[in-house]
């Protein structure tokens, strides 16, 4: 018996090292199906369990990775690099073990650090407290709708106008999408344009639920360092052009958590490049109208003609938290794709919180 169960071992480490050998000599591609249990046991000779069992540690070892009822395809040479790139990320690596954004709010504690929040005290308490009578005052049967999945109309459009006057870009209300919050945002993104092993790159520091939202749509990271002048472009380039990345998530302007803001010819250059090598441009930009002296540059979307930027703008973190609402702005070709899995999410952000926000903003 012992015999039996050491030819067993022989021939499974045999299958293993044999399609390890194929795959280090480049003989399978990145990314190619390689044979399947049935045919590579007819091929050696073996037992279909063996091949099973040897496909299986290649898989756990990161040499092979299974499409459901596909089969078994090779691994992408982009794993290996992501765990050299990030060995020493103490934002990605934390989050690929347990400390995810969720765990840390609920973590009991005195004085949370993990949310940012204005002081309720700075807010127009009172002020709100008339608006939302106005509101029902003006919308009697507010309660009584729905939102449409956009978003109310008349908000869209005021945001629309704002938009405009501020940066003089060409704009409609068709182009902008309502979520509750950017953080929604981000989700409805990912679930629409980030399949299983898609790389993302994303800067270093990061927002830290961005990379758990990424990451739970199964994304790859590849890391870019943000210093006080920006990113190094060549670098961007570089990856862009060697590992395909399915987007960029950015926050270029007053960046959380170093406050960097990148330049306006930096910008200009990311929309070309993301064009150049067809990658998304997800910028999120939650403290726009936040600053004492200078105003920002304009927002990255300002200099896109192309359709590869989505723009984030959250108001939550100077108007009002509790109405969590944030714009989404982008071309038609990937707002159709954004309505759908919204429609699927919540069918509508709050109409009241919409309104509020509306007459309060304007």
Known sequence: MSQAIQNRDYLFMKVYDYVLHRIERNEW????????????????????????????????????????????????????????????????????????????????????????LIDPNLLPNHYFSDY??????????????????????????????????????HLNADNLLITSGSQQAIHLIAQTFIKPRDVVLIERPSYSAAIDIFRAQGAQFITIDIHPDGYDLNQVELYMKQYKPRLFYLNPTFHNPTGYTVTVEQRKKLVELAEQYRCLLIEDDAYHDIYFTHAPPPPMYTYDTAGTVIYIRSFCKYISPGLRIAAVICQSSLMNSLLTVKSLADNGSPLLNQKIFLHYFS
């Open 132 to 169: 939302v009578k106005k509101v029902f005052d003006l919308y009697p049967k507010v309660l009584a709708t729905y939102s449409t999945v956009q978003g109310d109309l008349e908000l869209r459009e005021t945001l629309t106008q704002y938009f405009i006057n501020q940066y003089k870009t």
């Open 29 to 116: 591609k990145e990314h190619e199906k390689i044979p399947s249990v049935r045919q590579l046991s007819s091929e050696l000779n073996v037992h279909r369990l063996t091949v099973l069992k040897a496909y299986q540690l290649l898989k756990q070892h990161d040499k092979v990775y299974v499409k459901d009822k596909a089969g078994y395809f090779v691994q992408s040479n982009v794993t290996k690099n992501l765990e050299y790139l990030d060995l020493d990320n103490p934002i990605v690596s934390a989050y690929v073990q347990k400390n995810h954004l969720s765990e840390i709010h609920q973590s009991p504690v005195s004085y949370n650090f993990s949310q940012a």
